[in-house]
């Protein structure tokens, strides 16, 4: 058999400690500093990029509501059909 850490044992759980406070922050700025960040241009062709996506959604979601609506007024018989 192998001696796989795979499932811990209840032995294993007493011996976890919580981390300090000012050791997970030291580890929240380390990761941090490893982010790539966005320059000023990407971070403005993503802003537009979302933006037309939201605005043509939008469109696509009001036209089938406006489309399904003049459906099921003439369906049922609605006054505006």
């Given amino acids: 058999m192998t001696d796989s850490k795979a499932v811990p044992t209840p032995n294993d759980k007493k011996t976890e400690k919580r ?3 000012p050791t997970f922050y030291r580890q929240v700025v ?3 500093r490893k982010v790539v960040w966005p320059t000023q241009q990407q971070l403005t062709t993503y ?3 979302v933006l037309v996506f939201v605005l043509v959604m939008m469109a696509v979601t009001a036209g089938l509501d406006l489309a399904f609506g003049k459906l099921m007024f ?3 018989g609605g ?3």
């Fill in 19 to 21: 981390t300090s406070l």
């Fill in 47 to 49: 802003f537009i990029v």
């Fill in 74 to 76: 003439w369906v049922f």
């Fill in 79 to 81: 006054r505006d059909a």
């Fill in 30 to 32: 380390a990761e941090l």
